[in-house]
């Protein structure tokens, strides 16, 4: 999967960055606020004007790969969790088969269970709590079994038990040959979890590479501007500042 997003309109957001992406492993992106992170997951997702730049999956470019054809390939999970509809959740999590036209009860089973809220099935979506919403809207993703997870700070609202849940099951779906695309903030997630790491900055690639490069003491003094410090073995890492 490949962006190249131009120095036009919108997109001067995001500078002439040019990214390819490969399926089968996890890619957190990360950077301070504002640094366009979420702008380039839109645009991965195919949600910025084609004048912007181009997004091409394989050789075929995105824009003019039919709807139901990209909503089966791509599975896009927005930073505002918000439900509009205030239906029983399993069938809100069944909207992500829509590309497939089918409600296969498997997959959906598998996303309820992968996001613990099975127990949730029957509950209105609108009941739900930030947390237990953020779940549901991340199972219907999954429940799409998209070829490409797109997911803007999936774990922002979870504990620390679904965060962990949730980024376990998200390495099986990379294992399984999944491209998983994440706006990470927590960067210990990013260096615990990632096969590799974008580091944004002001609309551009400030680093790009394995977690221990692209996550480098020095990259996070230059780019966030404060003292770090990684303690821990390779996988369990903490970050620790001042
Ligand atoms: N619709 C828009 N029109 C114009 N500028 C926008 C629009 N959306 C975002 N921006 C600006 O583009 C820049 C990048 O925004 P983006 O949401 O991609 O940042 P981010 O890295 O995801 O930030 P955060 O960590 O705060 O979520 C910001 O300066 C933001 O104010």
Same mark, same amino acid.
């Given at each position: 999967m490949r962006l190249v997003a131009h120095d036009l309109s919108i997109a001067e957001r995001l500078s002439g960055v040019s990214l390819t992406l490969e399926p089968g492993s996890i890619t957190a992106i990360c950077g301070p606020n504002g640094a366009g992170k979420s702008t380039l997951l839109e645009a991965f997702a195919g949600l910025l004007p084609p004048d912007a730049g181009s997004v091409a999956l394989g050789d075929r470019d995105l824009h003019s790969t039919p709807a139901k054809e990209r909503a089966r390939l791509l599975g896009y999970l927005p930073q505002a969790h918000e439900i509009a509809w205030d239906v029983p959740v399993r069938s809100l999590v069944e909207l992500g088969r829509l590309p497939h036209g089918d409600r296969r009860a498997e997959p959906v089973d #598998?996303?309820?269970?992968?996001? /613990?809220?099975? =127990?949730? %099935? =029957?509950?209105? %979506? +609108? *009941?739900? *709590?930030?947390? !237990? #919403?953020?779940? $549901?809207?991340? %199972?219907? $993703?999954?429940?799409? !079994?998209?070829?490409?997870?797109?997911? /803007? !700070?999936?774990?922002?609202?979870? =504990?620390?038990?679904? +965060?962990l849940a949730l980024l376990r099951h998200l390495r099986s779906a990379a294992d399984a040959g999944a491209g998983v695309v994440l706006v990470l903030h927590d960067l210990a997630h990013a260096m615990n979890n990632a096969d590799r790491v974008v580091v944004l900055d002001e609309g551009r690639i400030a680093a790009d590479g394995a977690c221990d490069n692209a996550l480098d003491q020095q990259v996070i003094e230059r780019v966030w501007k404060v003292p770090v410090r990684w303690i821990g073995e390779p996988g369990h890492r903490a970050l620790v500042t001042g």
């Open positions: #598998t996303a309820l269970a992968a996001l /613990d809220i099975a =127990d949730l %099935a =029957d509950r209105r %979506a +609108q *009941s739900l *709590s930030g947390g !237990e #919403t953020a779940r $549901v809207l991340l %199972a219907r $993703v999954l429940a799409g !079994e998209p070829r490409w997870i797109l997911a /803007d !700070e999936p774990l922002a609202a979870l =504990d620390i038990a679904h +965060q």
